[in-house]
């Protein structure tokens, strides 16, 4: 099974979405088929879509091991998070 | 129009667009769950609901033009193989997936050319249909264009196998380019462009094509098989739709 395509990670921005987010992985021989194939299986083509496609070997993720240490410092300190400022109606999307 | 036996041009028109759709979208469902890569199955499942979405709208129109009572699953399962007016081409049996494959690049190439003439139809409906099927075919032509390229200019093999689906299927190309009574009137009519003045286009873009797949263009001067949009077709047809009608043939009032 040496011959087996390659492993994609494939992000999609819905229409009326304001950043692409991880859907899926597929298989495909190179990254044009991939695009093509992620059409085909992530967006039943929808209109005014953008896709992202990133080979799985490409993607450097954080190890479950490190959780503590990456995330939970700020966790018991409230002043480190931005909620007490009331945000305007007019600001969308934040 | 010279011919007796076509009662309206129009509607004899709009189910050979509507019968292409529909036999090619039976071949392609086949294959459903026979690709050869689970997102090359996914793929070609949907250009077969694709088409079979066009045939729908294309046989609604001539049911309405007809007025005799027939929808679109009456055209679609109750006609036997004589009355069905497909290309010769579409009713090819899957063969390999490089017949699949070529069968389709031949066909999209074509229908992307008579759908983009279509949009400027002087018949409304027509052009709204056409502009629908536009947005897909477009699609079907990008994705088969690309598959051609990468199994002729592949390996030794997917070359040879390419040429020859190649070399089997070009006797079936020219009957999309034979205008007879029924398409010269439409023609006259505005209603489609003249069929002849696609062949060129497409012969350039089957040639672009191959060239960057490696491959080899048949003679054009080839001997041509022809017939299917007059109802005569090949033995492969029958057996096609013995499968496709058999439930409502069976149970010709099931409703479903």
Same mark, same amino acid.
């Given at each position: 099974?040496?011959?087996?395509?390659?492993?994609?990670?494939?992000?999609?921005?819905?229409?009326?979405?304001?950043?692409?987010?991880?859907?899926?992985?597929?298989?495909?021989?190179?990254?044009?088929?991939?695009?093509?194939?992620?059409?085909?299986?992530?967006?039943?083509?929808?209109?005014?879509?953008?896709?992202?496609?990133?080979?799985?070997?490409?993607?450097?993720?954080?190890?479950?091991?490190?959780?503590?240490?990456?995330?939970?410092?700020?966790?018991?300190?409230?002043?480190?998070?931005?909620?007490?400022?009331?945000?305007?109606?007019?600001?969308?999307?934040? | 129009?010279?011919?007796?036996?076509?009662?309206?041009?129009?509607?004899?028109?709009?189910?050979?667009?509507?019968?292409?759709? #529909?036999?090619?979208?039976?071949?392609?469902?086949?294959?459903?769950?026979?690709?050869?890569?689970?997102?090359?199955?996914?793929?070609?499942?949907?250009?077969?609901?694709?088409?079979?979405?066009?045939?729908?709208?294309?046989?609604?129109?001539?049911?309405?033009?007809?007025?005799?009572?027939?929808?679109?699953?009456?055209?679609?399962? #109750?006609?036997?193989?004589?009355?069905?007016?497909?290309? #010769?081409?579409?009713?090819?049996?899957?063969?390999?997936?490089? @017949?699949?494959?070529?069968?389709?690049?031949?066909?999209?190439?074509?229908?992307?050319?008579?759908?983009?003439?279509?949009?400027?139809?002087?018949?409304?409906?027509?052009?709204?249909?056409?502009?629908?099927?536009?947005?897909?075919?477009?699609?079907?032509?990008?994705?088969?264009? @690309?598959?051609?390229?990468?199994?002729?200019?592949?390996?030794? #093999?997917?070359?040879?196998?390419?040429?020859?689906?190649?070399?089997?299927?070009?006797?079936?190309?020219?009957?999309?380019?034979?205008?007879?009574?029924?398409?010269?009137?439409?023609?006259?009519?505005?209603?489609?462009?003249?069929?002849?003045?696609?062949?060129?286009?497409?012969?350039?873009?089957?040639?672009?094509?191959?060239?960057?797949?490696?491959?080899?263009?048949?003679?054009?001067?080839?001997?041509?098989?022809?017939?299917?949009?007059?109802?005569?077709?090949?033995?492969?047809?029958?057996?096609?739709?013995?499968?496709?009608?058999?439930?409502?043939?069976?149970?010709?009032?099931?409703?479903?």
């Amino acid at each position: 099974m040496s011959k087996e395509w390659p492993l994609w990670e494939v992000f999609i921005r819905s229409q009326h979405g304001l950043a692409h987010k991880h859907v899926g992985s597929l298989h495909a021989p190179d990254a044009e088929m991939a695009v093509n194939n992620a059409r085909d299986v992530y967006t039943r083509r929808n209109e005014g879509v953008s896709i992202w496609v990133v080979l799985a070997g490409d993607i450097t993720a954080s190890s479950p091991a490190d959780k503590s240490v990456l995330f939970e410092p700020s966790n018991s300190k409230v002043y480190r998070h931005p909620t007490f400022f009331p945000m305007p109606e007019e600001v969308k999307n934040l | 129009m010279a011919d007796s036996n076509v009662a309206d041009p129009k509607i004899e028109f709009l189910l050979r667009l509507a019968d292409n759709s #529909l036999v090619l979208s039976q071949r392609l469902s086949e294959l459903c769950g026979k690709g050869p890569a689970l997102e090359e199955d996914i793929a070609l499942t949907n250009v077969a609901l694709d088409l079979l979405g066009q045939a729908r709208f294309w046989f609604a129109y001539a049911g309405e033009l007809e007025g005799a009572g027939r929808d679109e699953d009456r055209l679609a399962f #109750l006609r036997d193989a004589h009355e069905f007016r497909n290309l #010769l081409l579409v009713e090819q049996p899957n063969g390999s997936y490089a @017949d699949t494959l070529m069968r389709q690049f031949y066909f999209d190439a074509w229908h992307y050319l008579l759908l983009e003439q279509l949009l400027t139809s002087s018949d409304e409906r027509i052009a709204a249909i056409a502009e629908k099927s536009l947005k897909e075919v477009r699609y079907h032509l990008r994705r088969s264009g @690309d598959l051609i390229v990468r199994l002729g200019d592949g390996s030794e #093999l997917s070359h040879s196998m390419m040429q020859r689906a190649a070399d089997d299927l070009w006797m079936f190309t020219d009957e999309m380019f034979q205008a007879d009574a029924v398409e010269q009137a439409m023609a006259a009519q505005g209603v489609m462009p003249e069929l002849g003045t696609l062949r060129t286009p497409w012969i350039n873009h089957v040639a672009e094509i191959f060239r960057e797949a490696t491959l080899v263009l048949p003679p054009l001067d080839a001997w041509m098989q022809k017939g299917g949009k007059q109802g005569r077709h090949g033995e492969s047809l029958g057996y096609l739709l013995a499968e496709m009608q058999f439930l409502p043939r069976a149970y010709p009032d099931a409703v479903w």
